[in-house]
């Protein structure tokens, strides 16, 4: 929304219209009798046809005739750039179901008249307690905002909150989906055979044992260097 505010110095006669290049998308006033006064006058960014108009510079028009003598006018213009886009925020990849510890978490926050942005962590969740990992005032694209493996964070969920605002009040609010930070390594225990124990290469041998991950992706086993199927 954009406030338009004058100030008439006698009575007049009111023109306010809204153009884009020549064309004109907007007649706030049309032959309004106005008083001597600070007024102001509201655009809501829409159109005479109701549509909201694109982000783009606009002009300003008002053309004023005194009352007592409408040869004695005045025309004055002013330039202004609609902007209703808020921020873009984008996370690069990386961020699964689940995220190793030595994740480097890229993102971008773009926006041609941004104010600034600022990037946490919240967690662990349920908890939304936030942890600051960067904070800006100019537009960023793929650039680093965390690594994980230095902000000493237990294994758990958390997830990604980033906020930004730009020169004409439009905000974001970005959140990520959940993720698990996992840093720990699988837990791999044999139980058969005990070490030390001699096996037979007669007599087939049964290799019993645990391995234990919250996120485990794939289990093999080598004897001598060699996959054992």
């Known amino acids: 929304r954009l406030n338009i505010d004058y100030i ?57 005739a005194a009352l007592a003598d409408e040869t004695n006018t005045q025309t004055e213009e002013s330039h202004v750039w609609l902007d209703t886009t808020p921020p873009v925020i984008k996370l690069g990849a990386g961020l ?20 600034g942005y600022q990037a946490y962590i919240e967690g662990p969740l349920p908890n939304t307690k936030r942890l600051l990992l960067t904070e800006g005032t100019e537009a960023v694209t793929d650039v680093s905002l965390a690594r994980f493996s230095q902000l000493g964070l237990d294994d758990a969920r958390y ?31 044999f139980s058969n055979p005990s070490p030390g124990t001699f096996v037979s290469r007669v007599q087939p041998t049964q290799i019993r044992g645990l391995v234990e991950d919250i996120n485990l992706k794939t289990v093999g086993l080598d004897v001598d260097g060699s996959p054992v199927h």
């Open 96 to 115: 699964g179901a689940y995220v190793p510890a030595t994740t480097v978490l890229l993102g971008s926050v773009t926006d041609k008249t941004l104010v």
């Open 159 to 189: 997830r990604i909150r980033i906020l930004a605002s730009d020169e004409a009040g439009n905000e974001s609010d970005f959140q990520s989906e959940e993720f698990e930070l996992d840093s720990t390594a699988p837990s791999v225990s």
């Open 8 to 64: 008439l110095a006698q009575p007049a006669v009111i023109d306010l219209i809204i153009k884009r290049a020549a064309v004109v998308v907007r007649r706030l006033l049309v032959k309004s009798n106005v008083n001597v006064d600070s007024q102001s006058v509201n655009w809501d960014g829409r159109g005479d046809d109701g549509n909201l108009t694109p982000d783009a510079e606009y002009t300003v028009e008002i053309h004023a």
